[in-house]
């Protein structure tokens, strides 16, 4: 079978309207040599320079360390993958700085330095710079002779990021502002060179971004903050006094600073996403090993089933997010050729094309961060008594583990974002959502089938669960949307549950897709573990879309509609069941033979 | 300085082994390769030495098309370009008889190459290329300055160390720590591609075939023997180890 070179125009959110053809995925056993290669050396960083340092890294009593290993990173060239050759960095696509940031995603508290200095520190001027900026500040940014941090978060203005009360006046001569304020949770503010710093210029409503230099003067800091994990990265409070700006500095337009927090968020959303996959893979491949290692009752505990079963649900959940990961990472770099070919200018298109996925960005985010916090739970479990041994590795694993679920906008704020977005887009008439919602509401009211499927073909049933599951999101939302109009986003906790379905389903379906395409790739005998994590994930996802969706039901609905929407629910969430524990012991011994993570 | 790098495509060292067609070949399903470890520490140092002197450095690899991703990562790490015989490496005087062939047809200063292979581990390569060639072969060399025309190097020998000094060219095969072990950077990966790779055919043919491989047999439980009980312990030396 050949697989058709089907670029089509996805558009961000549509996965939940389209039956998506797994020709139109990309998966990540495609990367080529070069790119393999260029994680490869990510890896060999991470184990020769970073890992062996971690504790001094952690416990440092300054930040040398750090920025010797940053600058190292920076001789090798990791710092500039997105950066355009013409500005001393590699100019590689979306989905090839997606692979070097999961590459780079087990370096706990250097994998944070890492990304705040490549993503939210260089991009908005890569993206939003005028071309004086992007050619003085790049160069040195791509190589990492200057560190980057970004100041948007202050005391009281955290998820609410435009209420921020830094101030920016222009000074009387017109050639400065004069910035004042506060800033909090400043990654590698500690060593910074630059700073991104967000400030309102006299009473505007809305944001302006600034490049500051450290030597500006009227910088000054408060001590490394005392965190739960990622110790060895650098956070301090940043205070700007009288910090004068040139004015040439502004970043982008007056009161264009939010669009930039926003739009750069989306990148380090997805970008997290990816991080926390490689993350994860290091932490089953450590948990595997101890498994192995350790003997109980005169045999390894991995030879359990208990264990077994932990190792194989890690697998198919990690396996899964990656599926997604590169997936809207592909869609990204298609959206940014479309822009690229109607003449929009590299930086925008780059922005427009990650806006447009957006919906997708928020979900990656909210998935990797939740299973990077279970498999380090289950990782802690394995190891047992030296699970909770500081001197074990999954102490740090699970401290550090725990920041991704709030940094880059909350879990809670992505969730409202996943569906608020969606929603905003079919009000525009940008998704078409009310006549999907309109002919589920139909079919929930007629005969149901009774599952019998005709069709020939690869996943067919599992195509058919995946599709229900879309009817039931579009049931749950059309019927809530119906009930409170206006007032919709108020209702915190259906968004919640909404958002949870949507995730689950995207997902679930981005793994399914993954092995459809991968079996027509190498044949279905080749491919039976990357089978049994698909089908292992599917049948958990739809298992917690049940369970959101009759939550989210009994929110709002009551008498006949309660009953015919659980019925509905019912149906939509109807699977013939398999052994999946055998599925996962399948994942769990060869996880075990490997003695590591079994795929890519 | 011409410096020739020979490098193996060996299994990584976590690879499971395993044998088909009636064990007389190795299964390559699902094995990872990498370049021999001793082989890098040898194109590491002849990188650093092109750096501090000039010149160019070409790999050399005896194998099949599968070892070209090896050989692009050699290019990316500094090598300039690359040359692969276009045959299976059955024994080492038939690959020995590869490399000096090649190396006859240019003057290079020096031939380095790993003390040994980490999948055969014959560690006799070096020998035979120098005696092929007609030049001297010293290994395992763990430091190698160059300095006018002549090599100084220090030596690992049974129990200690020995420095030597001999007149280029040379054949040395290399062990750590005679250089620091490099990771391709992106400039270097992204030029690797650009960089020739030639691939000529073999002279002569294999000496040997494999009969059957087989593993080492699984190593038996540790049995402990409470202090007290010293002779039980001679005891199964002497009658199941069969040691005394």
Redo the contacts between chains.
Sequence with gaps: MVLTDSKSSIKGGEFLIKDIDASQIFIPEEFNEEQQMIAQTCVDFLRTEVHPKLDAIDYAKDTSLMVELLDKAGELGLLGTAIPEEYGGFGMNFNTSMLVTEACGGGHSFSVALSAHTGIGTLPILYYGTEEQKAKYLPKLATGEWKAAYCLTEPDSGSDANSGKTKAVLSEDGKHYIINGQKMWITNGGFADLFIVFAKIDNDKSLTAFIVEKSFGGITMNEEERKMGIKGSSTRQVFFNDCKVPVENQLYTREGGFKIAVNILNIGRIKLAAAVVGASKGVISTAVNYANERKQFGTSISSFGAIKHKIGDMIAKVFASESACYRAGQNIDDAIDTLLASGMESGQAKLKGVEQFAIECAMLKVHGSEVLDYVVDEGVQIYGGMGFSAEAPMDRAYRDSRINRIFEGTNEINRLLSVGTIVKRAMKGELNLMPAAMAVGKEILSIPDFGVVEEDGLFIPEKKAIKNMKKAILMIAGASLQKFMMKFEEEQEIIMNLADMLIETYVAESALLRVEKLIILRGEEACALEKDAALVYLHSAIDKLNSAGKVAITSFAEGDELRVMLMGLKRFTKIEPINLKDARRRLADAAIQKNGYIFI | MKILVCITNVPDT?A?ISFIDGDTKFNKTGVQYICGPYDDYALSRAVELKEQHGGTVTVLNVGEAESE?VI??CL?IGADDAIRVNTEPTDSYFVAEQIAHIASQENYDLILMGRESIDFNSGVVHGLVGEMLGIPSLSPVMKLEIDGGVAKMTREIEGGKEDVEASLPLVLGCQEPIAE?K?????G??S??TKPLKVVEPVGSGLTITEKYALPAPKGAVKMIPAEEAEKLIDLLKNEAKVL
Aim: no cysteine; glycine share 0%; proline share 6%.
């Design positions: 976590t499971k991703q692009r990562k990316a072990w990771i391709p950077n992106m400039r990966i992204m690797a591609r």
